[in-house]
């Protein structure tokens, strides 16, 4: 596997790991991207050749939403044939939502593009921002007989890589953040690059990139926990124009065997709106039918989840409800895997 010749092109889209510490008022401020040589030498030591896109306004990843989803799939969309990878530099906040999105959106890709940020800003002396972006942009130029070997949407992050689509941000202060807890590594840093080439998602060869750019924002988590009340479960699916819930249930998809409850899901359904039981664990699967408190919503076809992060369920769900398709069919196209994500 090789790293020569290889072009990668650097989004920039805000975050900590973007951020500069100014010793004398110790204020923290946007790092300029476009003297990544000046501020990281080591850059100059990888056999690739890195160029900048930076977001005009570059922003903390809470005030991420769909547009700036499309934004990003919009450079990768421009610049597909011009580089063999990308790297998004991501606030870590709400990082899995957006590998999860681009997953989605990113129909047809056959080239890496690895999402990364760090805890600590660039410029902090203990910063984790360094290795991340450093190891990130060699995975984003790892090719193997003139071929990307990763062609999928990662995450990288302290010495990890995981599929986008199966992370979830686990700890605000730790190095590890993120966490894959129902799929494996897909590359494991060390002294070498180890890479788990099963783990991989496989493209089918020749496929030709296609963005999807809409989204449905009609769409809510709602999570169990005991003593919801019937005022709460009624006002929430009154909701006006609601097309889609992700239900975080407990366990393997378990909710409550109340009438007042299953009747107010039916009702929900009745009125054509999508429910995917996702379990509010953070590891395993729901099987719905395994306990009878989840029999009844199995009975009613609520969508089974498996399973699939909260953040892969609600972003994969904004763009089903957007495709116009059956909800028969809808329940079918969730139910099965499109980038690995179940
Ligand atoms: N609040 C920051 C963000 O998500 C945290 C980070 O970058 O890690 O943009």
Request: net charge neutral; glycine share 8%; with cysteine.
């Amino acid at each position: 596997m090789e790293t020569n010749n290889s072009k990668v092109l650097l989004i920039y889209t805000g975050g900590t790991i973007g951020m500069i510490k100014d010793y004398q008022t110790g204020a923290l401020r946007a790092f300029e991207f476009d003297n990544l040589y000046k501020r990281i030498p080591e850059l100059s030591h990888l056999d690739c050749q890195i160029s900048v896109h930076s977001f005009e306004k570059v922003i903390d990843s809470s005030d991420m939403n769909p547009r700036h989803w499309v934004a990003i799939a919009e450079v990768i969309e421009k610049e597909y044939t011009n580089y063999d990878g990308f790297v998004v530099l991501h606030g870590s906040d709400t990082m899995s939502y957006s590998a999860s999105a681009l997953s989605f959106m990113l129909e047809g890709l056959s080239k890496p593009v690895i999402f990364t940020g760090s805890q600590l800003p660039i410029g902090d002396l203990r910063t984790d921002a360094k290795e991340n972006l450093i190891t990130s942009i060699q995975l984003a130029a790892l090719k193997e007989e003139g071929q990307s070997v990763i062609r999928e949407v990662g995450l990288y992050f302290e010495y990890k890589l995981y599929r986008g689509n199966r992370t979830t941000k686990v700890n605000a202060e730790r190095f590890q953040a993120f966490t894959s807890p129902n799929y494996p590594l897909l590359v494991e840093s060390g002294v070498h690059l180890k890479v788990m080439k099963e783990n991989l998602f496989k493209p089918k060869p020749h496929t030709i990139l296609k963005v999807w750019k809409e989204f449905e924002q009609k769409v809510a988590i709602l999570k169990m926990f005991p003593g919801i009340t019937p005022q709460l479960l009624n006002a929430f699916f009154s909701i006006e124009g609601l097309k889609g819930v992700v239900l975080e249930t407990y366990g393997s998809g378990n909710a409550p065997t109340d009438e007042w409850f299953l009747e107010c899901l039916r009702k929900a359904i009745g009125k054509g709106i999508h429910i995917v039981n996702v379990t509010q664990c953070s590891g395993g699967s729901v099987i719905m039918g395994k306990y009878a408190a989840s029999e009844a919503l199995k009975t009613m076809g609520i969508i089974d989840g498996k399973d699939i992060t909260t953040e892969s369920a609600i972003t994969k769900m904004m763009i089903l409800l957007k495709k116009n398709i059956s909800p028969n069919l809808f329940k079918i196209k969730f139910e099965e895997s499109i980038v690995g994500e179940v």
